[in-house]
């Protein structure tokens, strides 16, 4: 059980762009299924065509109960 926050940049098209970080964890054993969970969901659908911006940093939370 623990609760992971991870920061992770995506480009425009879904790419994942280097390496998901992680940012806090209460728990360290999690830390790698957190990076894993990120990079296999690798690509996320591409950005709305309103969103004009390259690329755009996310900060999760995942919770394992």
Same mark, same amino acid.
């Given at each position: +059980?623990?609760?992971?926050?991870? $920061?992770? *940049?995506? *480009?425009? +098209? ?26 296999? $969901? ?24």
């Amino acid at each position: +059980k623990g609760q992971v926050q991870i $920061s992770f *940049t995506l *480009t425009n +098209k879904g790419q994942l762009k280097g390496e998901p970080r992680i940012l806090d964890s209460s728990n360290e054993a999690l830390n790698s299924r957190a990076i894993m969970c990120i990079k296999k $969901s690798s690509p996320f659908p591409p950005f709305p065509s309103k969103v004009l911006k390259d690329e755009e940093v996310f900060k999760i939370n995942l919770v394992y109960e």
